[in-house]
């Protein structure tokens, strides 16, 4: 008599199925259709091979597409399919890892003596193709460590004998399709034939585990689809993604640079960069001031004990720039990695009572972290950035409401800066890891808990992530999607029961007992480096008027109209309205090809009618002319379209 095992599906229904089918014969019985999309399942909370035989009751999802999970294992497959293929073009290449990505994949390997060139990139995409259309199965063994080890020394694979080092008997599988064998825990597709369009991107150098003592390896990307359709349409998108580039945008627009003098990392604000992020803070500032935040500024370094204390010093240490070290004897400071160790010592500096509270600090604060060479990204991944961080100090029974409060903060900026398409991500701790974590359970329990109702109690649409919560708390995490359909992981709420306790932060309770406050983090922006860099590549650095660093460009016809566009100026800048004069010596045709590429939103045109009539001819970046107004309409129009904060022309 066959064994039978207990299937339970997203829905709850409960189904029986004979012991040892896998996710892939599940589906067949329900329907042939569903069984052609399954490219892995989530067996229990876990992500499985869809052809892995299931011997005991568990809960099922099957796993598309549509699914995260899902388009991550097929980019996981199709680096393997790429490593098949490089490895038929250079023989005795050797491989260290291949992760997918939000968006496709990559390998590094070591090509020995042989040089990848772009041109070989189209000889390796017929090549995949090639293999994918033989369908080969993705194959899984699970491998004794010794085994293992006897595999690849045989081979000479320095690479993998490594990652062998760090794993243990029970734990270590290869998977194998086609003549292509690796070391890998998987999940992968059923077989290379669901992949049907192939497209390699780039090529980068990439030094051993990141470390620029080590060997470089050439680092090989691409992306993969299961039709030559979405691959078209995400060319297109990869073309309007390139236009958009803010390190592109940033340089044409003058709004920022990089000096290999200062650092590697280490951005240089241009003037209208500056401009452009003084705004961004003004605009926060005044809303952090009507809900009750206090402002405060910390030093840009701290004694290594403030970093011991909280934790940064065990778990980011290694990240860290090396110590500042003091003429005396045994003092170590850090560069500030982080500024809530800080806004802890503001809040001990002073007895709390419950009245005081909640106690809201908040700072722009600079802080610093050691990126690796090869991490380092225009704005996006830096060495120095600066948090628009606060840090609210209150009683357990306030934490829900002062939580929904920041949730509210967080849609006013985003609403105003244009960002609709989002989700919110609570990320919990992971279910069975806790050495990446500290403080009580109880207290994890408690946050966790008051993170899920508040994000609840506001409507958000949320998804849950177990794994990437802080080290000392749960979070919030708000995932946004760009114009362009690119997801950033921006703005963070975060509840800590373990950092006041660490601190030692009390308060005097209503009982006159002391009490230890819970803490909440909090950045909208996240950084102003990343939210900047977003912010030009979602608007194409057509910023909205508000905040764009040159609102109005004069430009006059000839020299002899100079005098009025100085008039037009100086009525301009009493109406607070930023605006300069192109006195160039050129055709105004010239004139309003430039500036509508510098992105100046209003051109307004001066020649003799102007002058005759005292009005102003206007014109609307991309948008064409206007017509005329006179002075006092065009003010007002303006400063009507600066107070509704209106996102995006």
């Known amino acids: 008599m066959e064994e039978l095992i207990n299937i339970t599906f997203p829905d709850g229904a409960v189904r029986q199925y004979q012991k040892g089918s896998s996710a892939i ?15 892995a399942a989530d067996v229990n909370g876990v992500t499985w091979d869809a052809t892995r035989p299931i011997n005991n009751d568990t809960s099922i999802k099957f796993l598309t597409w549509d699914d995260i999970n899902g388009k991550s294992t097929f980019w996981h497959s199709s680096a393997h399919l790429m490593a098949e293929a490089i490895q038929s073009m250079f023989p005795g290449v050797k491989f260290w890892v291949g992760p997918p990505l939000e968006n496709g994949f990559y390998y590094d390997v070591d090509l020995g003596e042989n040089v990848i060139a772009e041109e070989d990139l189209k000889k390796l995409e017929i090549k995949m193709t090639e293999l994918a259309r033989q369908n080969n199965n993705y194959v899984r063994k699970e491998i004794s460590k010794k085994d293992a080890v006897q595999y690849f020394a045989d081979k000479g694979d320095e ?36 992949i049907k369009a192939v497209k390699l991107t780039a090529i980068a150098g990439a030094y051993w585990k990141g470390n620029e003592n080590n060997k470089m390896l050439t680092r090989i990307y691409g992306v993969t689809f299961p039709t030559q359709k979405e691959l078209d349409e995400y060319l297109v998108l990869l073309e309007e993604a390139k236009k958009r ?12 640079t990089f000096s290999e003098k200062v650092g590697m990392g280490l951005p240089l604000w241009l003037p209208n960069g500056t401009m452009l992020r003084e705004r961004l803070q003004q605009f926060l500032q005044k809303a952090q001031t009507e809900a009750g935040y206090l402002p405060v500024i910390t030093p840009h370094i701290g004694h290594k004990n403030l970093y011991v204390t909280s934790g940064h010093f065990e778990k980011y240490g290694k990240d860290s720039f090396q110590p500042i070290k003091t003429p005396q004897e045994g003092e170590e400071f850090f560069l500030k990695p982080m500024n809530c160790p800080h806004h802890c010592e503001i809040y001990k500096s002073s007895p709390r009572s419950y009245k005081d509270l909640p106690l809201r600090f908040s700072e722009f604060g600079t802080v610093y972290r050691y990126e690796q060479h090869g991490e380092l990204h225009g704005l996006t991944r830096v060495r120095g950035f600066t948090q628009d961080d606060a840090h609210l100090f209150c009683m357990p029974s306030q934490v829900k409401d002062e939580f929904k409060k920041v949730i509210d903060l967080v849609f006013y900026v985003l609403k105003s800066l244009g960002f609709t398409d989002y989700t919110a991500q609570i990320s919990l701790r992971d279910k069975i890891d806790r050495s990446k974590y500290i403080g009580s359970d109880e207290n994890w329990e408690v946050s966790e808990k008051a993170i899920i109702e508040a994000s609840a109690e506001k409507g958000l649409k949320t998804v849950i992530e177990y794994g990437e919560a ?15 359909g690119r997801k950033w992981q921006l703005g963070t709420i975060q509840v800590d029961y373990n950092l006041p306790e660490r601190f030692e932060l009390t308060y005097i309770g209503e009982d006159n007992a002391r009490h230890t406050p819970v803490m909440i983090h909090r950045a909208p922006f996240g950084s102003l480096e990343r939210f900047v860099a977003l912010l030009i590549e979602h608007c194409a650095g057509k910023f909205p008027l508000w905040l764009t660093p040159v609102q109005v460009k004069i430009l006059p016809i000839s020299e002899k109209f100079l005098p009025y566009a100085e008039n037009v100026l100086n009525a301009l800048k009493i109406a607070d309205i930023r605006a300069v004069i192109d006195d160039r010596n050129e055709k105004i045709g010239k004139k309003i090809r430039d500036t ?31 017509g005329t107004k006179s002075m006092a309409e065009f003010i007002a129009m303006v400063n009507e379209e600066v107070e509704n904060k209106r996102a995006f022309e």
Not at 28 to 39: N, Q, W, Y
Not at 166 to 173: F, H, M, S, V
Not at 180 to 187: E, K
Not at 597 to 621: C, D, F, S, T, W
């Open 25 to 39: 014969d599940i589906a067949k019985k329900i329907s042939e259709g569903l069984a052609r999309k399954v490219l």
């Open 245 to 256: 580039d803010h390190r592109k945008l940033g340089k044409e627009l003058e709004l920022f």
């Open 470 to 484: 802080a080290f000392y708390g749960p979070k919030l995490d708000f995932m946004l999607r760009d114009a362009i």
């Open 596 to 626: 509508e590429l510098a992105k100046i939103p209003y051109m307004l045109v001066i020649g003799e009618k102007e002058v005759q009539n005292e009005n102003i001819a206007i014109r609307r970046q991309g948008k064409g002319d206007l």
């Open 159 to 194: 690479y993998k004998l490594d990652l062998l080092g760090g794993l243990n008997d029970g734990e270590i599988t290869l998977y194998s399709q086609g003549s292509f064998t690796d070391l890998c825990r998987g999940p992968h597709i059923p077989a290379t034939g669901i």
